[in-house]
């Protein structure tokens, strides 16, 4: 609709087209043509007159007749192109502007200090709503930062989310108070997050566009930061990202269908959930506890994947599960910013991993 790409309203879209299907026409043909009553038909044709896409008759300046479309179209249409490049330039320049302020920096600064809980969720959830490109993530207990609603309309825009969650500590719900459940992970994973697992990970740690990072700073184990780190631009943050890449590549995958592994066969969703919980170190009662099943059908399930795997105990099943490159798969496919990879992403998710937009970001 040329309402739609040019900017004509729908009623001048309507009036064009009408009279460029007639050699010309006075208001009232016109208005009898496009079903509107003749005053608003005459104060149309005055912004089509003004746009220089319909002229007077010269025989009889009562009748209007319609600009040639090659000719009138395209001087509008660069005219909005023109606009869009000045409008292009103009975001460009506010982008810079609101993400300097944002971060709260002087232009020389390497690291800032951001002081109390509530002033570094908020930072958080600021810089992950600015993310272009790319959010790195540490989840490690205690989480305190919980929820952020940015995440699913972020990962939509094409940014890329990794998450290294470390994994909860059986004997101590204190710390794993927040931790996201297989059903909070599996949702995230089916909006577009990428997520392993670590038996630990070395602290909290969130990087957005390798431009800049938030490390909190935790004092006691069992309270939520006071304090926290926003490091920009520098060797410092250079060695963040290292980090992270390090520890993303030892990480374990995690699957939620059967279908995310390669080379095994035998194999269901819960055979493949029960393997990627395992292999993250959890016990068969926590497994069971994750999955809302019983300690029995896990115990039952493990034993059946050492059979698959032709191993003896649960040791010789990580090892043999890394050897076959069941979850090579996960290792090397491409991010959630391409299209494809997303997709198929989606559809080996199981029914319950129902893609939300307030997929758990936490920190």
Not at 208 to 218: G, N, S, T, Y
Not at 287 to 296: D, T, V
Request: contains cysteine; glycine residues 6%.
């Amino acid at each position: 609709m040329l309402s739609d790409v040019l900017g004509l309203s729908t009623a001048e879209s309507e009036t064009y087209r009408a009279l460029i299907s007639v050699a010309s026409a006075t208001p009232a043909e016109l208005a009898e043509s496009v079903g509107r009553e003749a005053r608003q038909v005459v104060c149309i044709l005055g912004v089509l007159e003004d746009r220089r896409l319909a002229t007077r008759s010269l025989g009889d300046p009562t009748r209007f007749v319609a600009s040639p479309p090659a000719a009138a179209l395209q001087a509008l249409l660069r005219q909005r192109q023109n606009e869009l490049k000045r409008a292009e330039l103009e975001l460009d320049s506010l982008d810079k502007i609101y993400r300097s302020a944002a971060l709260g920096r002087g232009v020389g600064d390497v690291i800032d200090v951001i002081h109390g809980t509530e002033a570094i969720r908020e930072r958080v959830g600021q810089i992950q709503l600015g993310a272009r490109k790319e959010v790195m993530n540490f989840v490690k207990a205690p989480v305190f930062v919980v929820g952020n609603r940015t995440d699913g309309a972020v990962i939509a825009r094409g940014v890329r989310y990794r998450v290294v969650l470390e994994r909860p500590v059986p004997e101590n719900a204190m710390l794993n108070e927040g931790v996201p459940s297989f059903d909070e992970i599996a949702r995230a994973r089916a909006a577009g997050e990428e997520v392993r697992f670590a038996e630990t990970v070395p602290l909290k740690l969130f990087i957005v566009d390798r431009e800049f990072a938030i490390v909190p700073l935790l004092g006691r184990t069992d309270a939520a930061p006071a304090e926290a780190l926003l490091v920009y631009s520098s060797s410092l943050l250079d060695a963040l990202i290292a980090l992270f890449e390090s520890e993303w590549e030892k990480a374990t995958q995690f699957v939620t269908s059967a279908g995310a592994l390669q080379n095994a066969s035998g194999i269901d969703d819960l055979d493949a959930q029960i393997l990627s919980l395992s292999l993250t170190g959890l016990t068969d009662q926590a497994i069971a506890a994750q999955l809302r099943g019983s300690l029995r059908t896990v115990q039952r399930r493990v034993r059946h994947l050492m059979d698959v795997a032709k191993v003896q105990n649960r040791v010789q099943l990580g090892f043999q599960a890394a050897r076959l490159g069941w979850l090579e798969a996960e290792r090397d496919a491409p991010g959630p910013h391409e299209a494809t990879a997303t997709a198929t992403r989606r559809k080996t998710v199981p029914s319950v991993a129902t893609p939300s937009e307030n997929s758990p970001r936490k920190l």
